[in-house]
């Protein structure tokens, strides 16, 4: 399975290998801090150079990004709450996305 990690920059080479080896993953993408591996098992409370981490659920270009959000099956992945991080958009994206998501579920909550 694809996770995400947001790494926090303090010493990226230190926080890739925890990921490498408490993760047991294979690191698929790499650009600055954000990292994409497949991880076969997922011990993030012991990795103390990653910020934040999460499934991956898919990529997209810009423009194909509206598309994707309405047509992913958020209930399928969708437990307690939700969080929406952005990188190069805009603040005002974001709440765009939130909006996609968040109407696709009953109760919906979200991470702060």
């Not at 926090?8 to 790499?30: Q, R, T, V």
């Not at 996305?97 to 979200?110: E, G, T």
């Amino acid at each position: 399975m694809k996770y995400l990690f947001l790494l926090s920059g303090e010493n990226l080479g230190l926080a890739k290998a925890e990921i490498e080896l408490f993760a047991d993953a294979e690191i698929k993408e790499n650009e600055g801090n954000v990292l994409v591996a497949d991880a076969e098992k997922f011990g993030c409370e012991r990795l103390a150079f990653t910020k934040i981490s999460c499934r991956f659920l898919f990529s997209c270009k810009k423009e194909e990004l509206e598309k994707h959000l309405d047509s992913f099956e958020w209930n399928r992945v969708y437990k307690k709450s939700f969080y929406i991080h952005t990188a190069h958009m805009q603040p005002e994206d974001a709440g765009k996305i939130a909006d996609i998501i968040w109407k696709k579920f009953k109760n919906p909550k979200v991470e702060r």
